[in-house]
């Protein structure tokens, strides 16, 4: 079991085959996507009673927190791919590590932008310099520094490697940065703020968020993996396998 | 270079290049300075508001000055080959790195704080929070130079590197901002400022031991 696992794992390694691998699962991942959000969407918006205090307002949550776990979750996994990237020097991995943050950026950034829909008319205000926004925003630029990073190589593999060096940086300093950040507005202007966690949520509105989370987690394998598999077309245009594949589209 | 004193030498080298070239390596300073000299024009020459955002803004005008200097920390030695050689060579790698920040931030950052009684001066710094002050930049700009100087090792063959440091840098400073921010105004408002030097110094403890090794791995794979 564990070598024909670990064959599959090297087998990924290889372009072609890794592009058949994402061609057949990325539709399978869109349908599961699709479902999740319709159920989740459906549950969200129209069976969970409003709340006592926020009336229907809060139901962006239902987006918000979704996204913010997977702005989290994704650059963990960025990070993991990274170290395959540098210690076994696999070039997908390198792909998908570069892949992912623009993903996670946009999580990070609709993260953002609900909760400054939300906040206006329930703190009166688009942006407060709260803990956890702060966090986010740092976030975000963090995603920005290592797409731009990757951006400025003219060699794919050189610029990936430097970012993934970056994003392991990152990945030391974001759990530091959260901790400082934290204190910073404790400390400034007391916790005037609590945002509701799923923890104090009435049970009644779990259910669309569970669906919505797992439909997420789809949408990321999903865009990840077609994402990684466009990249590497547009990398290995001019290699054999790819003339292969699609060769007589190019001709 | 001898084989006998590496270290030593390079040091040396260094510091009299950078004696050398004299107004260049003060650059940092007279940047900071005009930094300085443009936030009362900004906000108006009121002296309680200056003297309440003082600290602050010392802070971000060295971190912004810290910028200046980091095209240089490794960027001709990549081009003329001697990065080459320390591999070539069989060099202590590891080491020639720590001089080579701990000469630059010598040249960038020690005449920063030197300077810092004179800039506060210009924004009506209370006086009991100049040494408290000096003492944060103390501790905390060896952290903005290692993590300046692994930012711009990664950045040595990127396109427009020097516009993407700003990005690179900024958010991984964030804590070391708050830390000596907060260091200063606990003291102005009459707390103890104890936990927060103690906590910057852990974070250039950190950053000392573990950002070489990156810096190391991204000239590596520069060279590759």
């Given at each position: 079991m564990w070598k024909r696992l670990k064959l599959a794992f090297h087998k990924l390694g290889s372009p072609p085959i890794f592009y058949r691998f994402a061609q057949t699962l990325i539709p399978w991942l869109w349908s599961l996507t699709g479902v999740g959000l319709a159920v989740g969407l459906y549950q969200a918006l129209y069976v969970v009673p409003p709340d006592y205090q926020q009336g229907d307002s809060y139901r962006i949550l239902y987006v918000h927190v979704p996204a913010a776990w997977q702005a989290m979750a994704t650059y963990l996994i960025m990070a993991i791919l990274a170290i395959?990237?540098?210690?076994?020097?696999?070039?997908?991995a390198e792909i998908m590590a570069m892949v992912a943050a623009p993903i996670g950026a946009g999580f990070t950034l609709?993260?953002?932008?609900?909760?400054?829909?939300?906040?206006?008319?329930?703190?009166?205000?688009?942006?407060?310099?709260?803990?956890?926004?702060?966090?986010?925003?740092?976030?975000?630029?963090?995603?920005?520094?290592?797409?731009?990073?990757?951006?400025?190589f003219?060699?794919?593999?050189?610029g990936a490697k430097m970012a993934s060096v970056l994003v392991l940086v990152g990945v030391v300093n974001i759990p530091i940065i959260h901790f400082s950040v934290d204190w910073w507005t404790t400390l400034h202007q007391g916790s005037t703020i609590n945002l509701f966690g799923p923890s104090s949520m009435d049970p009644t509105m779990l259910p669309p968020l569970i669906w919505m989370t797992v439909a997420v987690k789809f949408m990321f394998a999903a865009m990840l993996l077609?994402?990684?598999?466009?990249?590497?077309?547009?990398?290995?245009?001019?290699?054999q396998w790819t003339k292969r594949l699609i060769g007589d589209l190019i001709e | 270079m001898t084989k006998r004193h590496p270290l030593?030498?390079?040091?040396?080298?260094?510091?009299?290049?950078?004696?050398?070239?004299?107004?260049?390596?003060?650059?940092?300073?007279?940047?900071?300075f005009a930094v300085i000299a443009m936030i009362p024009l900004g906000l108006g020459p009121g002296p309680n508001l200056l003297a309440m955002i003082a600290p602050g803004m010392i802070w971000v005008a060295a971190l912004l000055a810290s910028l200046l200097a980091l095209e240089g920390v490794f960027r001709p030695d990549l081009d003329d080959g001697t990065l080459e050689q320390w591999w070539v060579d069989?060099?202590?790698v590891l080491a020639l790195i720590c001089i080579r920040l701990g000469s630059h931030w010598l040249i960038s950052?020690?005449?920063?704080?030197?300077?810092?009684p004179i800039a506060g001066e210009m924004l009506y710094l209370p006086a009991e929070a100049l040494g408290l002050l000096m003492l944060t930049l103390l501790i905390g700009t060896p952290i903005l130079s290692l993590i300046g100087a692994l930012a711009a090792a990664l950045t040595i063959q990127a396109r427009q590197g020097s516009a993407l440091l700003g990005l690179l840098i900024f958010p991984l400073t964030v804590p070391v901002l708050i830390f000596a921010?907060?260091?200063?105004?606990?003291?102005?408002?009459?707390?103890?400022?104890?936990?927060?030097?103690?906590l910057l110094i852990s974070l250039f403890v950190l950053a000392a031991t573990l950002v070489p090794l990156a810096i190391k791995k991204a000239l590596q794979l520069n060279l590759e």
């Amino acid at each position: 079991m564990w070598k024909r696992l670990k064959l599959a794992f090297h087998k990924l390694g290889s372009p072609p085959i890794f592009y058949r691998f994402a061609q057949t699962l990325i539709p399978w991942l869109w349908s599961l996507t699709g479902v999740g959000l319709a159920v989740g969407l459906y549950q969200a918006l129209y069976v969970v009673p409003p709340d006592y205090q926020q009336g229907d307002s809060y139901r962006i949550l239902y987006v918000h927190v979704p996204a913010a776990w997977q702005a989290m979750a994704t650059y963990l996994i960025m990070a993991i791919l990274a170290i395959i990237a540098l210690v076994w020097r696999i070039r997908t991995a390198e792909i998908m590590a570069m892949v992912a943050a623009p993903i996670g950026a946009g999580f990070t950034l609709i993260c953002l932008v609900t909760g400054a829909i939300w906040g206006e008319p329930m703190w009166g205000t688009w942006w407060a310099w709260d803990a956890r926004l702060t966090s986010m925003l740092i976030l975000l630029f963090i995603y920005l520094g290592i797409m731009g990073l990757y951006a400025a190589f003219d060699d794919h593999r050189q610029g990936a490697k430097m970012a993934s060096v970056l994003v392991l940086v990152g990945v030391v300093n974001i759990p530091i940065i959260h901790f400082s950040v934290d204190w910073w507005t404790t400390l400034h202007q007391g916790s005037t703020i609590n945002l509701f966690g799923p923890s104090s949520m009435d049970p009644t509105m779990l259910p669309p968020l569970i669906w919505m989370t797992v439909a997420v987690k789809f949408m990321f394998a999903a865009m990840l993996l077609q994402r990684a598999r466009n990249e590497l077309l547009a990398q290995d245009q001019r290699k054999q396998w790819t003339k292969r594949l699609i060769g007589d589209l190019i001709e | 270079m001898t084989k006998r004193h590496p270290l030593r030498a390079l040091l040396r080298q260094d510091l009299q290049r950078a004696w050398q070239h004299g107004g260049q390596s003060l650059l940092p300073l007279i940047f900071l300075f005009a930094v300085i000299a443009m936030i009362p024009l900004g906000l108006g020459p009121g002296p309680n508001l200056l003297a309440m955002i003082a600290p602050g803004m010392i802070w971000v005008a060295a971190l912004l000055a810290s910028l200046l200097a980091l095209e240089g920390v490794f960027r001709p030695d990549l081009d003329d080959g001697t990065l080459e050689q320390w591999w070539v060579d069989d060099q202590p790698v590891l080491a020639l790195i720590c001089i080579r920040l701990g000469s630059h931030w010598l040249i960038s950052a020690l005449p920063i704080i030197v300077a810092t009684p004179i800039a506060g001066e210009m924004l009506y710094l209370p006086a009991e929070a100049l040494g408290l002050l000096m003492l944060t930049l103390l501790i905390g700009t060896p952290i903005l130079s290692l993590i300046g100087a692994l930012a711009a090792a990664l950045t040595i063959q990127a396109r427009q590197g020097s516009a993407l440091l700003g990005l690179l840098i900024f958010p991984l400073t964030v804590p070391v901002l708050i830390f000596a921010t907060g260091a200063v105004s606990a003291h102005l408002d009459g707390l103890t400022a104890r936990p927060y030097v103690l906590l910057l110094i852990s974070l250039f403890v950190l950053a000392a031991t573990l950002v070489p090794l990156a810096i190391k791995k991204a000239l590596q794979l520069n060279l590759e």
